[in-house]
């Protein structure tokens, strides 16, 4: 089985004229927010079009498959293998690789990318290779993208739980406008707000002097709250009374979902086999918004 780590990614407009007139004054950035998705899937037409490249180094990839949205992709990582015989050592150059499933269908924004230390250590680089890539091919419409890892509710508990004194702040920023789903938690007035200051919006809660934060897990309003946050990859931040540390929820339970290896065994853009691609749409479907 592989073993994927679970992003969302989402878009913002870049309202700034000065950043614009050097690339398309006449973008609609208004228009680019609704076709967003339309755009986005674009990049992976001409595969020839599509470069990651972090810090002078330039990540090869290869397109292995897709059709109706869902694309599947691998990046190779640039390292050196040392090889020794007959107490000779060689140095050669290796490019190991790992897979990343797209879901660009409406609504879902989704990528799955395998976790498999021999070509990255972590899936955050991963992720921050492809966010700066697709944020430099947005450019010029307007766009701009963030690839955040989603993370499951309960975190934000345990958490709780760990200040023994009580909660003295929390603080939540949720995302600019994308997914239905994600904005029907996030509520009508923090949508309008941040489409009006093109801002994300930020809500910190802090207890009077002497007092802790009341926060009830039954509370539906506060459940909204972590599953927006959580859903979107938005990090929450708590602070514990008495304390000036504050300690981040996000990083410790990010989702992970599993995918037998032979789905990917002899699959290719010119012939894909319906079984193995239905294994696949069917994983990315099974993916969902808030993890509890």
Request: a negative charge.
């Amino acid at each position: 089985m592989i073993r994927f780590t679970i992003y969302t990614y989402l878009f913002k407009p870049i309202n700034d004229p000065i950043e614009l007139d050097l690339f398309s004054p006449s973008v609609n950035v208004e228009e680019s927010m609704r076709m967003k998705q339309e755009i986005f899937g674009q990049f992976f037409q001409v595969e020839s079009k599509l470069k990651f490249k972090s810090n002078s180094q330039i990540y090869e990839h290869h397109i292995v498959a897709q059709r109706d949205g869902i694309i599947v992709l691998q990046i190779a990582n640039n390292s050196k293998l040392v090889r020794e015989a007959n107490f000779n050592r060689q140095e050669e150059e290796d490019h190991p690789s790992l897979y990343v499933i797209i879901d660009n269908r409406k609504d879902k924004q989704i990528i799955a990318i395998e976790n498999r230390s021999v070509a990255f250590a972590d899936t955050t680089t991963v992720a921050r290779i492809m966010e700066d890539g697709f944020a430099k091919m947005l450019l010029e419409h307007g766009l701009d993208v963030n690839i955040e890892a989603k993370y499951h509710t309960h975190e934000f508990w345990d958490v709780a739980a760990e200040c023994k004194d009580g909660v003295a702040s929390v603080k939540f920023k949720f995302p600019y406008p994308n997914l239905p789903e994600i904005t029907d938690l996030v509520g009508e007035y923090y949508t309008e707000v941040a489409r009006r200051t093109n801002g994300e919006p930020t809500t910190i809660l802090t207890a009077r002097p002497k007092e802790r934060l009341i926060l009830d897990e039954k509370d539906l309003l506060m459940q909204n709250m972590i599953s927006a946050a959580s859903a979107s990859g938005k990090l929450i931040m708590m602070r514990a009374k008495g304390q000036r540390k504050w300690k981040q929820i996000g990083l410790r339970t990010m989702v992970h979902e599993e995918l037998s290896e032979q789905v990917f065994n002899g699959l290719d853009d010119r012939e894909i086999i319906p079984r193995q691609w239905h294994a696949i749409v069917t994983f990315m479907d099974r993916i969902k918004t808030v993890y509890y």
